[in-house]
Every structure is written in C-alpha cells, then in structure tokens.
Nanobody, 115 residues
Framework: QVQLVESGGGLVQPGGSLRLSCAASGSIFGIYAMGWYRQAPGKQRELVAT???????NYADSVKGRFTISRDSAKNTVYLQMNSLKLDDTAVYYCKITLPRGYYWGQGTQVTVSS
C-alpha cells in the first residue's frame, strides 16, 4: 500500500504564491521520482514538475522560472513552490510517485487563481 497526502492548495490572487506538499508513506522502497501534475477543467492531466532520487528536475515550459520542485528524502515528501501564479495555473494538482513496481497518484488538491 502507498499513501500520498497532499496539502497546500487554496485560493490565491494573480501574482501570489502557494506551496504544495505531498507526503508519501507505506511500501515506498526505491523511489525513482516524485512529481506534480495538474488537470484543469476540460483538459488532460499534464506534467508540472518532477524530481528524481538523484535530484534531477524537469519542468513544464509554462512554469519554468515560476515554480520550484524540491524534496526531503528523509520525510519522503515533495514540495512545489509556486510563485507569480497566473489565472491559467488554476487546476487540480496531483502528486505522483514512481516506484520500481509502478506509480501511484495522490487524491489531488485544488489550486484556484482568481482576482
């Protein structure tokens, strides 16, 4: 069993900041990577940012320079610092963990950017 608990979503004005957290627990030995994806209404789920066990990061072009992904390996937690938020960043944000046997999703946390 793998549990992913996300937190930190909410309502923020354009230009504001939020920090998402995702804590993993359970049978999570040998983590390959953790990351964040998002899905806006009527759109497909898309990659936001990922970080590997070797701390290599990857970002969607739309968030480069605004979002920063980081991880605390001791806590099995991944963070997403989101700055300069735009209306288009509104979506449900999902945490994903990739293990040797497959991947798992969190339940999602809503991020709404609105004036």
């Amino acid at each position: 069993q793998v549990q992913l608990v996300e937190s930190g979503g909410g309502l923020v004005q354009p230009g504001g900041s939020l920090r998402l957290s995702c804590a993993a627990s359970g049978s999570i030995f040998g983590i390959y990577a953790m990351g964040w994806y998002r899905q806006a209404p009527g759109k497909q789920r898309e990659l936001v940012a990922t970080v590997t066990s070797g701390d290599s990061t990857n970002y969607a072009d739309s968030v480069k320079g605004r979002f920063t992904i980081s991880r605390d390996s001791a806590k099995n937690t991944v963070y997403l610092q989101m700055n300069s938020l735009k209306l288009d960043d509104t979506a449900v944000y999902y945490c994903k963990i990739t293990l040797p046997r497959g991947y798992y999703w969190g339940q999602g946390t809503q991020v709404t950017v609105s004036s």
